[in-house]
Nanobody, 126 residues
């Protein structure tokens, strides 16, 4: 199964930091664009960051720019999302996703992704 497996998440205080990880066991993530998405209750899945294959150029939604950092560790076959200066509005379920085709540049639209991680909840609260 070509699943994406997520880890990390949980409860964090406002202003705190957290790391999410996205890995895969049966394909090399560095060949694919990987996106991170957030879904709050009753809302659509929102693209918050993505990283392209090869040159790894990142993109960020305005709501997280300057606070979130996406990165790859090709040796570990992982993509990370570092969350800093967390805000209550960052609360939601977070998903990593990848498209079917390798080599495509990343995009923040969910329609561009076909396979998803299992999701992980982040709650920002004091």
């Amino acid at each position: 199964q070509l699943h994406l497996v997520q880890s990390g998440g949980g409860l964090v205080q406002p202003g705190g930091s957290l790391r999410l990880s996205c890995t895969a066991s049966e394909l090399r993530l560095n060949y694919y664009a990987i996106g991170w998405f957030r879904q709050a209750p009753g809302k659509e899945r929102e693209g918050i960051s993505c990283i392209s294959p090869s040159n790894g150029a990142p993109r960020y939604a305005d709501s997280v720019k300057g606070r979130f950092t996406i990165s790859r560790d090709n040796a570990k076959n992982a993509v990370y999302l570092d969350i800093n200066s967390a805000k209550p509005e960052d609360t939601g379920e977070y998903f990593c996703g990848r498209p079917v085709y390798r080599g495509r540049p990343c995009e923040l639209g969910a329609n561009g992704y076909d396979y998803w991680g299992q999701g992980t909840q982040i709650t920002v609260s004091s």
